[in-house]
């Protein structure tokens, strides 16, 4: 349904737009005949435009009206070589005072910005009365922001990507199935060839990365909530086509620890070539990912900064370089084991990697959840309390499936 945002975008022109919403901002409109708004589509503000980001934009681009804002010029580039008819707004994200001038015309919000300020970007949203779903990935607690969000009479999904985010719909649809005593989840995105001495690219920036790698990892052992460190209980297991893999703690559990707390063993892995995570730890002890600032040439730096630098180049892809996403998510209970498996590789057609489709897909089936009023309940909702509801469920594997990410399910 059309809602008073929609109709404002179809009646007003270009140099409208731009003088009365971006003003403090640098807005370009590659194809203004793609803001009229038809009565099936809503308008959408994806904020971020990063391999993620992108990948999210182009796909509601063929149902939705969509306008992409970020502050990289040549991420607004690509995503405009893609598709000419996104709009695109250069904006500084962190301005989170400008938000309610600048989503104002907009039915529903996507945030895609990276960890370190997505709690506050969500936060911003939220205040602007818009629906959102998040897949920032922050460390803070999304589901503080209930009360607000409820106040504002808004729908939130945060964590809506694969891991967290496919694993969520799916505990959350066994859950209503089966009374689960155990649930592990497996996860990684990884360069289909090794090139030494990582062997590894990032798909997000490189600090989120080393976030994830020293972060302390939050398990659910035998009912109570146990922490680790990141990188423990390592060990190699297989994994199919994608061969023998290392699997570590990371703190990946996240809302399950509390919406899911019945199930009495919980845990969640990060993948990778065996041999990174040596490099790693040895990075980490050497002190190359500590946050006190040191001086070089008369600049302040801490080594965490330092480091993230330097792995930008090692960790970044290589245009059209392949790779692939695999997970496995494993439940038990009742003399039941439930399996789902994916393995996601590079789609050389559409140029979109793996991490992007697997994850960009979940989060834009969440957006068609609420824009198809399938999902209408206010608050903040990760995923689990969403996929609850099988229509939910089936409707977003259903989306997956429909662009080539088929997850297998085995098992009893």
Avoid at 124 to 136: Q, Y
């Amino acid at each position: 349904m059309r809602s008073e945002a929609g109709r404002f975008i179809k009646y007003y022109k270009e140099e409208e737009i731009k003088n009365k919403l971006f003003a403090s901002a640098n807005v370009y409109f590659a194809d203004l005949s793609n803001l009229s708004v038809k009565f099936f589509t809503m308008t959408i503000a994806v904020l971020g435009a990063g391999m993620v980001g992108r990948a999210i934009a182009l796909d509601l681009a063929k149902e939705h009206t969509v306008t992409s804002f970020d502050l990289n010029g040549s991420n607004l580039e690509e995503l405009s070589k893609h598709n000419a008819g996104i709009a695109t707004v250069a904006a500084d994200l962190s301005r989170f005072d400008e938000y309610a001038a600048w989503l104002f015309p907009f039915d529903l919000v996507v945030t895609a910005v990276p960890g370190f300020m997505g709690y506050k970007t969500l936060e911003a949203v939220i205040n602007t009365g818009k629906n959102v779903v998040d897949i920032s990935f922050f460390p803070e607690d999304a589901l503080q922001l209930d009360e607000l969000a409820r106040e504002k009479n808004v729908t939130v999904i945060t964590d809506c990507g694969v891991a967290p985010g496919m694993s969520n719909f799916i505990i959350g649809r066994y859950n209503e199935e089966m009374k689960i005593t155990s649930f592990e989840c497996y996860v990684g995105g990884l360069p289909k060839e090794r090139k030494p001495p990582f062997q590894y690219k990032a798909p997000f920036s490189p600090v989120d990365v080393i976030q994830e790698y020293i972060r302390p990892a939050r398990l659910v052992e035998k009912g109570k909530i146990v922490t680790k460190p990141a990188l423990s209980d390592r060990e190699i297991l297989s994994f199919g086509e994608a061969g023998d893999l290392e699997a570590f703690n990371t703190d990946g559990l996240r809302s399950l620890i509390y919406t899911m707390r019945h199930i009495p063993d919980m845990k969640e892995k990060t993948l990778r070539y065996p041999g990174h995570i040596d490099l790693i730890i040895a990075l980490q002890q050497a002190g190359f990912f500590g946050i006190i600032p040191f001086r070089i040439n008369d600049t302040d730096i801490t080594p965490l900064e330092f480091t993230s630098k330097l792995l930008v180049d090692q960790w970044k892809s290589e245009p059209d370089e392949e790779e692939f996403t695999v997970m496995k998510v494993i439940m038990r209970g009742e003399g039941r084991t439930v399996v789902y498996d994916l393995l996601d590789r590079y789609d050389a057609v559409t140029r979109t990697s793996s991490m992007a489709r697997t994850t960009g897909y979940t989060c834009t089936a969440a957006v068609n959840l609420i824009a198809k009023n399938l999902f209408t309940e206010k608050g903040v909702f990760p995923p689990e309390l969403i996929g609850k509801d099988k229509k939910c469920f089936d409707f977003v594997m259903e989306y997956l499936r429909q662009r080539g990410v088929i997850w297998k399910q085995s098992g009893l």
